[in-house]
């Protein structure tokens, strides 16, 4: 096991109707003038937004508004909503979605007290300064109500980059389970991929004697394959959504990746899919990510063997452990299949030709990419192919 450190300072507050606390969280954790920032329809067909407005006034704290945020947020209404935040001194954002909200709030929290470009956290620059940042979270998936993370698309050149930073870390999340009922199964099963990656990106590491984190991720995975099929069959159930929902934030505070090396080559791979199709990074990862694993099993067959024995029941081949590994790759593309999500470009709506594209606009270059298997241009290349051309 590697040393680290682990830092999750968010307070998480799970249960129905928690939303109604947030006035009281937004006071607690110092905000005296919020920016209520939000997605499309969603917020407000289901009247979550105004039982947050209600709340907020109850406790007295006068807030603005920011609504618009698209899938994949762009960074024009970043640069809207720290011009917003800057008029109104605004000292607290609270987002009211999911990942996109969430990310696109963190990025006018690190924008709001910068004299550059907030762009700059995007392209390798380490923020000194953020306004806090607190969650209303209405879907399951990016796991970014609990990271460190933002991710944002330049609508100039449909570059998609992440900024990571402490700093960025929620406040506070409000978890009500109850929320994501009203998810399309589509969105329910995007989400459910996204969190399962987020546990593989940690899993296949080269790091050795990391016993009870490789048990931790195997839990949350065993959890993911038992209840997403329950929600997508009864989007009402609300113990399975609220099996999910934790499942999605422990997937990725990195409680269950400390001491180890991670990889995350699949999610840089399809970040590049989601910017130029404009796609659900959910989607995008179940095209990519057992592409990504048939390319590199090789690499340590017995650990995927060992996923294909503990996640997805599969008989351990001791003779030959790579049939056992491609068996449980095997069974996670059909996983993803029978929740509805694609195999490959076709279903994904990408094309083959693009590939080349990809490859560059993921400006890997000469150089490697990757902390399981480090990865060459060329080698994304084929990963991209694999995708292109899989079936179950
Ligand atoms: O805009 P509205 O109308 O709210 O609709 C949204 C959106 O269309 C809808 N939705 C959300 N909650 C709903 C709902 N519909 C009905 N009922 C509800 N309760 O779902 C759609 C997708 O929402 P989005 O926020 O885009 O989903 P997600 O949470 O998957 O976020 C995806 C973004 O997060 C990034 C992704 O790259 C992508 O841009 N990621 C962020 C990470 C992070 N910050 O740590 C890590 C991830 O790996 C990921 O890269
Ligand atoms: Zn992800």
Not at 88 to 95: I, P
Not at 99 to 109: Q, W
Not at 234 to 248: C, V
Not at 382 to 390: D, P, S
Request: proline letters at 5%; charged letters at 20%.
């Amino acid at each position: 096991m590697n040393d680290f450190q682990f830092y999750s300072p968010t307070e998480f507050v799970f249960g129905k109707d928690t939303e109604a606390q947030v006035g009281t969280l937004v006071k607690k954790h110092g905000g005296t003038k919020v920016l209520l920032h939000y997605g499309g329809q969603s917020a407000i067909r289901s009247g979550l937004l105004d039982r947050v407005k209600r709340s907020l006034s109850e406790k007295d704290i006068p807030f603005a508004e920011l609504g618009g945020v698209k899938p994949n947020p762009r960074d024009t209404l970043v640069y809207e909503g720290i011009e917003l935040c800057r008029r109104e001194n605004v000292d607290f954002l609270l987002a009211v979605g999911g990942g996109s909200v969430i990310d696109s709030a963190k990025a006018i929290a690190m924008g709001v007290p910068y004299e550059g470009d907030f762009w700059d956290f995007y392209s390798g620059k380490s923020p000194a300064a953020a306004l806090p940042v607190g969650t209303v979270l209405t879907i399951a998936a990016a796991g970014s109500e609990g990271s460190g993370d933002s991710v944002i698309t330049k609508e100039d050149g449909g570059l998609k980059r992440g900024a990571g930073s402490d700093l960025i870390r929620p406040k506070f999340s409000v978890l009500d389970p109850a929320l994501t009922c009203t998810l399309p199964p589509y969105q329910t099963a995007c989400g459910a991929t996204d969190i399962m990656a987020h546990v593989f990106e940690r899993y296949f590491t080269n790091t050795t004697e990391v016993e009870l984190t490789d048990r931790l991720c195997e839990a949350v995975l065993l959890t993911m394959v038992r209840e997403t099929p329950r929600v997508i069959t009864e989007p009402d159930n609300y113990q399975a959504r609220a099996n999910i929902m934790w499942a999605g934030t422990v997937a990725h505070t990195n409680i269950v990746g400390v001491g180890r090396d991670q990889d995350w080559n699949s999610h840089g791979i399809e970040h590049e899919l989601s910017a130029l199709y404009d796609c659900a990074h959910g989607a995008g990862l179940a095209v990519i990510m057992p592409a990504w694993m048939e390319f590199v099993y090789k690499h340590d067959p017995l650990r995927f063997a060992q996923a294909a024995v503990r996640v997805w029941g599969c008989q351990m081949d001791f003779e030959n452990p790579e049939v056992t590994a491609l068996e449980g790759i095997r069974r996670f593309r059909q996983f993803l299949h029978s929740i509805g999500m694609p195999v490959n470009f076709a279903e994904l709506g990408a094309q083959e030709e693009d590939i080349p594209r990809l490859v560059e606009k993921h400006g890997v270059g000469t150089g490697k990419t990757g902390g399981f298997v480090a990865l060459s241009a060329e080698d994304i290349a084929e990963i991209y192919r694999i995708a292109a051309r899989a079936s179950v």
